[in-house]
Nanobody
Framework: QVHVVESGGGLVQAGGSLRLSCAAS????????MGWFRQAPGKEREFVGV???????WYADSVKGRFTISRDNAKNTVYLQMSSLKPEDTAVYYCGAKWGGASFIVSQYVYWGQGTQVTVSS
């Protein structure tokens, strides 16, 4: 069992920045692919970005160039640095963990956190 906890959400003005953290339990954290997803009211959960166990990263087109994912395996933590935030980035942000390769598919992630709210005001 892997326990995942997100933190760092909040209210920010458009154009601002925010950094989310995702802490995961387990001695094999470095082997997990860690994905970030978001869900706005009335919409399905959508892919934001993912970092593989070897720290390769992939991003959704909507956030490419604005968001950066990194990981610190010594701290069992993944980060999502968000810059140039837009009102359309407003959503609950979730972190998911999976063994094996990176994926943008929600159903492939086995472990999820409770989510953290990000609100971007115009």
């Amino acid at each position: 069992q892997v326990h995942v906890v997100e933190s760092g959400g909040g209210l920010v003005q458009a154009g601002g920045s925010l950094r989310l953290s995702c802490a995961a339990s387990g001695r094999t954290f470095s082997t997990y692919a860690m994905g970030w997803f978001r869900q706005a009211p009335g919409k399905e959960r959508e892919f934001v970005g993912v970092i593989s166990g070897s720290s390769g990263t992939w991003y959704a087109d909507s956030v490419k160039g604005r968001f950066t994912i990194s990981r610190d395996n010594a701290k069992n933590t993944v980060y999502l640095q968000m810059s140039s935030l837009k009102p359309e980035d407003t959503a609950v942000y979730y972190c998911g963990a999976k063994w094996g390769g990176a994926s943008f598919i929600v159903s492939q992630y086995v472990y999820w956190g409770q989510g953290t709210q990000v609100t971007v005001s115009s």
